[in-house]
């Protein structure tokens, strides 16, 4: 059922950019959950005339949420990951899922580069040194540790850790890979598991996806394994770490580093990490670019727009 405009209501739950939600609103009379103070009595006022929702990978949409819903068809999420959607509810109610895969590769493989690079070179606090004068003052920064011709693993060979390897054989790297299945096109060693990738690791990348089957994946066995020279990057979602693990470990030597795009209770992380010299943060940004950010909305229109125009949706989220 549509609303009196005609048009099918979008019940949109987290910021979209003014264009995204100008072009939404050709189709769709769009209604802003982000901005309403009482989000709960929003809801019930708009619900009825909601037959689909425009999420964030990191928002999801839980099954309560969607339990106030009851004309949802669609939920279509800007981002890959799902893990924050309750999948099992939707397919109980035959609501439809879609995400934004491929468009974001190729630009969370680069964060996840940088924040190697970064982490691995202290680019960070080369930067301070210069800006501080500390590098007229007192002279050169301390020396940092090489990359290219280092071994890499890589949790998780999906998409984007195919294009982290990618970007690893420029570098003159021996790459290795974990994950739950031998993958058959690639010819890289492979662990079942990740503690006996780590162990053969001097960096590891997280690119697997989130959600409970990788809950807690990387813990202190991982990084015990990896070893106080292992400089860890996490370009996934901060469920797959085990992060008072990970704290303990950049605190007390047992890790060099990290860099880090995604946390536990973003965006309110755990402060401990501010205080901490060998991390790299970045706030979840790894597909931020204006390129990728606008395919992925288009994506996100497009699979909206085919749902109610019965075309096949582009990107279905199995
Ligand atoms: C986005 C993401 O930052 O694709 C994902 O799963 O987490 C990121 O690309 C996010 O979805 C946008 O909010």
Known sequence: MNDATGKPGLLVLGPYAEEELAAL?????????????????????????????GTRGEIGASAALMAMLPALEIVACFGVGTDAIDLAHARSRGIRVTN??????????????????????????????????????????ALTTRVWGKRLGIVGLGRIGRAVARRAQGFGMAVAYSGRTRQADVDLPWHADPVPLARESDMLMICTAGG????????????????????????????????????????????????????LNEPRIDEAFFTLENVVLQPHHASGTVETRAAMGALVRENLVAHVTGAPLPTPVA
């Open 100 to 141: 934004t895969p491929d468009v974001l590769t190729e630009d969370v493989a680069d964060l996840g580069w940088g924040l190697l690079l970064a982490a691995a070179r202290r680019i960070p606090a080369g930067d301070a040194h210069v800006r501080s004068g500390a590098w007229a003052a007192r002279g050169p920064m």
């Open 25 to 53: 609103a050709q189709h769709f009379t769009v209604h802003r959950l982000w901005e309403a103070a009482d989000r709960d009595a929003f809801i019930r006022g708009v619900a009825p005339g909601i037959r689909a929702v």
């Open 212 to 263: 409970a089957g990788t809950q807690g994946l990387v813990g202190a066995a991982v990084l015990e394994a990896l070893g106080p020279g292992g400089i860890l990057v996490n370009i996934a979602r901060g469920s797959v770490v085990d992060e008072a693990a990970l704290l303990h470990a950049l605190r007390t030597g047992g890790l060099a580093a990290a860099g880090l795009d995604v946390f």
